[in-house]
């Protein structure tokens, strides 16, 4: 079924949801949910929002899987045994070294706010596996929607629109009082990702983002990364 733009203009009606501005300073990524699913019809309305995204030349990329319920413990099951083994199998590199100058201390900034939070010591690494892990129990959400990706060329501008998609995503749940989080770690196990879900092995797995109600009391939801000032990051000529 396609979506067409009288559907688009009163759904936009009808939705009762934050202003963008509100949605936008309202989105932070969430690490910690209750355990309430999100009910279906929401969940439908937050991916159609996302079907909204731009994407190279309409290729509209994203193949999204949700996983939820017994099905989703089922995952976070062989997730953890991957993990614990450190069998690896990523589609696409990614290696935090590779950062440098401002966006090294950027990382630096995120790791200290992230281990103060869950009152993990630099030093202990025991602390930071245990808290790494909570990647692969989805930080406790009830879903999961994986962002599965065709594979053209080098792969960048397929990654573009998947992050366009993302950011759809998260911007409609947080309108809907809802959080989530994007997780490249999730991306870490494709493979077996890949075989449980029963999906071709032509659509990569850039990442996941785990989403449902924020647990308020959360340690993990202490986090709060501010942003450099807009001349930062912006020139303006002319
Ligand atoms: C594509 C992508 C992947 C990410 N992967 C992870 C992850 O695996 N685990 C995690 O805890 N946070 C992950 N994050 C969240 C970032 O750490 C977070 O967006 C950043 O620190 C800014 O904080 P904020 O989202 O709360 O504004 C990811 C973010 C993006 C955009």
């Not at 790791?111 to 025991?126: I, P, Q, T």
């Not at 930080?139 to 060329?153: C, D, I, K, T, W």
């Not at 629109?161 to 989080?181: E, F, V």
């Not at 493979?191 to 996941?208: A, H, Q, S, T």
Request: include cysteine; hydrophobic fraction near 35%; glycine fraction near 8%.
């Amino acid at each position: 079924m396609t979506i067409n733009t009288m559907q688009r203009a009163s759904e936009a009606a009808s939705d009762e949801t934050l202003s963008f501005k509100e949605a936008t300073r309202a989105r932070r990524s969430i690490r910690g949910f209750l355990d309430t699913p999100v009910p279906d019809t929401v969940i439908r309305e937050v991916l159609e929002d996302a079907q909204y995204a731009p994407s190279n030349c309409n290729t509209q990329p994203w193949n999204t899987h949700v996983v939820s319920g017994e099905k989703l413990k089922e995952l976070s099951r062989i997730l953890h045994a991957k993990n614990d083994d450190g069998a690896f199998t990523p589609d696409f590199s990614f290696d935090q070294n590779d950062f440098y100058g401002d966006y090294r201390l950027r990382n630096d900034a995120l790791g200290k706010a992230y281990y103060e939070a869950m009152n993990v010591m630099r030093a202990d690494k025991e602390g930071r596996r245990r808290v790494g892990g909570m990647n692969y129990s989805f930080f406790n959400a009830p879903h999961v929607a994986l962002l599965f990706m065709p594979s053209f060329g080098d792969n960048v501008r397929v990654a573009g629109d998947m992050g366009m998609y993302g950011q759809t995503l998260l911007l409609s749940l947080s309108a809907r009082g809802l959080g989530g989080i994007p997780q490249t770690s999730l991306g870490f196990f494709a493979e077996p990702i890949r075989e449980f879900l029963g999906v071709p092995n032509d659509l990569k797995l850039l990442f996941g983002i785990s989403f449902g109600y924020p647990d308020d009391s959360a340690p993990g939801n202490r986090i709060f990364m501010d942003r450099v000032p807009v001349d930062t990051s912006v020139t303006f000529h002319g």
